[in-house]
């Protein structure tokens, strides 16, 4: 299973941008986005199951969407007003089974 992620961008904050990740495989039960800022730990920014169910992050909430194209294979993250302290590498990350399976990570800058 490759997972390739794309989105790549520095942003002003309140701007927006999207991140897309697309599989190679399918089967996967949830699929999900994850970040790791400098100096801290990674951590969840949303995710959704195959059922179409979603969780966010408090800090993204009402900001961040994330949804999927199951014609394309695909799972996106729109991303609106960011901040500054949105900044860090993103990563795709999906499972399936006992499986888990992460993309090369994406660096998001959200700067003036």
């Known amino acids: 299973v490759q997972l390739q992620a794309s989105g790549v961008g520095l942003v002003q904050p309140g701007g927006s941008l999207r991140l897309s990740c697309a599989a190679s495989g399918r089967g996967f039960s949830i699929t999900a986005w994850y970040r790791q800022a400098p100096g801290k730990q990674r951590e969840l920014v949303a995710s959704i199951t195959s059922g179409g169910d979603t969780n966010y992050a408090d800090s993204v909430k009402g900001r961040f969407t994330i949804s999927r194209d199951n014609a394309k294979n695909a799972v996106y993250l729109q991303m609106s007003s960011l901040k500054p302290e949105d900044t860090a590498i993103y990563y795709c990350?999906?499972?399936?089974?006992?499986?888990?399976?992460w993309g090369q990570g994406t660096q998001v800058t959200v700067s003036s």
């Open positions: 990350n999906k499972v399936r089974g006992l499986s888990n399976f």
